[in-house]
């Protein structure tokens, strides 16, 4: 983690992330939380995108399906390129 | 480098525009465009004449009341008043089209002494007697439409 | 349903009235009429169910999850697109506003004889007050039922003694008769259907729906408004469409006032018959005023999270008071500038382009969603018509930039 | 079911515990914990948060706007995590919005404008 101490959210989400290398795996786009003990949500990974278009309109949830053609457009746009990285192995470039 | 071509661009489009703007402006009034604006103003100003002879009819039948009409009637006249300054403001720019003019010019004063008529007739004698030049202004405009049209 | 339940049909016939006979629809229906006869009558019909479809969605959705239309948009689309959108239809609802209160203006000149400009501040305030004092529930039973004596038109259609197969012809037709042009006949079919389902309308019947607390308990509630509401709006727009095909396509009189919209009453049904209809247009138009007006501040209260709504004190919702007050003070800046504010609507087409997929796709995609609605999510019917019409929106709203310069504005 | 920072917070409704609209969460302050994880303090929210959000001219713009109002220069609201009840279709807070700091263009039309107009305080 090269950003130790992120105040926002929006500090993360549309940054760089990379690999071990240094090589861009795409753009971040959201943050996976699970509740600690005291049930306060902490984040575990983040949801990296590539490609340009990163609103995912709910379509990364199992909730939404259909209409048939608008979820094979936004899953044609994001869903092939998504990947999870645990928080632990996420590596930001660029400034904030 | 990016940010000036794009100026450059925007530039020369905008040129483009305002002098193509410039040049529908200055150009001179060809024949089409008398006739366009002329079947325009004959047009607007049968709208206004036929409504008003609808309206004037169905008034003195009592099927609609006075500030009814005074409204329609204040709507014809400024339909009119716009379509006869429209059609003055272009000068004819051959024969063929003086000859037009020298056609409905005359009909558009004619409606607007009508309507005039309908507009000051205090009772329903003076109403059914000004709704005649309404009529005929009316027909007037329209055989002018089915000739030019 | 007991009778109370029948009076809270009201929300869908006043939202419906904003977009099928608001002063803009009511000239533009009227001249359709007198043009094209009734060969823009399907056009009518495809609004009704395209306005149903999205409406219905919207209304579930806020009935099942208490989340009207613009807080979806913003929530799906983000800031930036929401704000893109939130743009777009303040342009529109302004635009309309302004419209409404110069139509109101209108038929009380209409009614006395002065002229509307001197009526303009006190219906501009009028409707102020009433937008700041009265019930919500109050204000859309008084303008939804007095909009309904609009019926006078769709009754008049057969005391005009028309030649009903002449008729029956026309609205099988689906191209201009002759003498008239392509381009203007599709310019004013597109006008038409993009009025029938303008965006004000989603928002505030969905935020209408949370004014009224709807829930889980009231989707019948919700649906009979959609399916009662719209076909009405629908029915009374067709009568101003077929009156004026009646009296004033034979005679090949264009319509551009309101003046002569309502003429058909009077000659159908004599003076009693024109004040009814005149007092519809004027209940009609301050119904689409105050829905303009109130969706003015749900949209921007709704974007930026506010408090909004009439159920709460102005003071708790101050933000969103203020927007409704400005609003009506811009429509009103607007009118004294002696525009013509039935052409304004118009104009508001081109933004209508950016705005209706920006609304509807978020509707759509809420719609299918469980974490949302549960088990109330979309069928098979409302996605397909949802995707059809979503199609149908966005190449209307294309082929209308082309068209407006090709006719300049439906000349 | 994990939670999604910017789909099931960023950009949601929050409101109190009577249903009333408190704001938009605008965005989401984190605060490092033991194990060196980011875990959700508080939601920000408020034109001064959504402005830094967009970033940019028109972002600054908002922002300045909003801090003008803001003067005892206290920065966004603020509303702890732990205020929250549930997330569904929106954020649920367990307190009425009296109990939280009224918002600053909220607190000047009322003083300026709204408040002053006879009836504001009728139901």
């Known amino acids: 983690m090269t950003d130790a101490h992120p105040r926002r959210a929006s500090d993360l989400l549309g940054r760089t992330a990379t690999g071990p290398d240094g090589e861009p795996l795409g753009r971040v786009v959201d943050l996976i939380c699970e509740p600690d003990a005291d049930g306060v949500p902490v984040v575990t990974a983040a949801l990296v995108v590539r490609g340009r278009w990163g609103r995912l309109l709910g379509y990364e949830r199992e909730q939404v399906d259909g209409p048939w053609l608008v979820e094979a457009l936004a899953r044609r746009a994001l869903r092939h390129s998504q990947t999870t990285v645990p928080w632990a192995d996420l590596r930001l470039a660029g400034p904030a | ?149 | ?411 | 079911m994990p939670l999604l920072v910017a789909f099931d917070l960023l950009d949601r409704q929050i409101v109190d515990s009577e249903g009333i609209p408190v704001g938009k969460v605008d965005d989401v302050e984190l605060a490092v914990d033991d194990a060196g994880r980011p875990r959700v303090e508080a939601l920000l929210t408020g034109q001064q948060a959504l402005g830094a959000r967009f970033g940019g001219t028109l972002g600054r713009w908002i922002t300045s706007v909003a801090a003008r109002l803001d003067t005892d220069h206290r920065g966004p609201r603020r509303i702890p995590y732990r205020l929250v009840s549930e997330v569904d279709s929106a954020v649920r807070l367990r307190v009425r919005r009296e109990l939280l700091a009224e918002p600053p263009l909220e607190a000047w039309l009322n003083e300026h404008l709204i408040g002053r107009i006879p009836g504001a305080g009728d139901d």
């Open chain 2, 1 to 149: 480098m990016g940010a000036r071509r794009w100026a450059t661009g925007v530039a020369i489009v905008l040129a483009l525009v305002w002098g193509g703007a410039g040049y529908l402006v200055t150009r001179p009034t060809t024949f089409h465009d008398y006739r366009v604006t002329a079947v325009d103003a004959a047009r607007s100003a049968y709208n206004a004449l036929a409504t008003a002879r609808i309206a004037g009819t169905a008034r003195l039948d009592r099927r609609v009341t006075e500030p009814y009409l005074e409204s329609v009637l204040a709507d014809s006249r400024e339909a009119l008043a716009g379509a006869a300054k429209r059609f003055a403001g272009e000068s004819p720019p051959d024969a063929r089209t003086a000859a037009m003019r020298d056609e409905l010019g005359p009909m558009l004063v004619r409606a607007s002494a009508a309507l005039d008529g309908l507009e000051n007739a205090g009772d329903d004698a003076a109403l059914r007697a000004a709704l005649g030049p309404v009529a005929e202004a009316a027909d007037e405009v329209d055989g002018f439409l089915e000739a030019h049209a």
């Open chain 3, 1 to 411: 349903m007991n009778p109370k339940r029948l009076l809270a049909v009201t929300l869908g016939i006043l939202t419906a009235i904003g977009g099928f006979v608001d002063i803009g629809d009511i000239v533009a229906t009227s001249e359709s009429g007198a043009r094209f006869g009734l060969a823009h009558t399907w056009v009518l019909l495809v609004g009704v169910v395209g306005i149903c479809v999205y409406a219905e969605m919207a209304g579930r959705v806020a009935a099942v999850s208490t989340r009207p239309v613009f807080d979806l948009v913003r929530e799906r689309l983000g800031p930036r697109v929401a704000l893109v959108n939130l743009a777009g239809s303040y342009l529109i609802t302004l635009a309309t506003l302004a419209a409404e209160i110069g139509g109101v203006a209108l038929a009380l000149q209409l009614l006395s004889g002065t002229h509307y400009l001197l009526w303009m501040p006190a219906v501009a305030f009028t409707l102020w007050l009433a937008l700041w004092r009265v019930r919500f529930e109050t204000l859309e039973r008084v303008f939804g039922l007095g909009g309904l004596t609009l019926v006078v038109l769709v009754v008049g259609v057969f005391w005009l003694s028309p030649d009903m197969p002449a008729l029956r012809e026309q609205a099988l037709t689906f191209a201009p008769p002759a003498g008239e042009n392509w381009p203007t006949y599709s310019f004013m079919a597109i006008a038409l259907f993009a009025s029938a389902v303008t965006p004000y309308e989603v928002f505030f019947f969905s935020s209408g729906g949370v004014e009224e607390r709807w829930t889980r308990k009231d989707l019948l509630v919700a649906r009979v408004n959609v399916f009662v509401g719209f076909p009405l709006g629908g029915l009374l727009a067709f009568g101003f469409m077929a009156t004026s095909a009646i009296v004033f396509h034979p005679v090949d009189v264009e319509v551009d006032t309101l003046g002569q919209a309502v003429l058909p009453a009077g000659l159908a049904f004599g003076q009693v018959g024109l004040g009814l209809a005149i007092l519809g247009v004027f209940a009609a138009t301050f119904g689409a005023a105050m829905e303009t007006g109130l969706s003015a501040g749900y949209t921007v209260a709704q974007y930026f999270g506010w408090s909004w709504g009439k159920y709460l004190r102005p003071r708790r919702a101050a933000r969103f008071h203020t927007v409704v007050l400005v609003s009506i003070l811009l429509a009103v800046a607007a009118l004294l500038t002696t525009i013509d504010p039935v052409q304004l609507t118009e104009y508001m087409l081109v933004f209508s382009a950016v705005v209706l997929p920006l609304t509807y796709v978020p509707i759509l995609i809420v719609a299918n969603d469980r974490g949302y609605l549960g088990d109330k999510v979309n069928g098979r019917l409302a996605n397909t018509l949802g995707v059809i019409y979503l199609v149908v929106v966005v190449a209307a709203a294309v082929a209308a930039l082309p068209l407006i310069v090709m006719t300049g504005m439906g000349g």
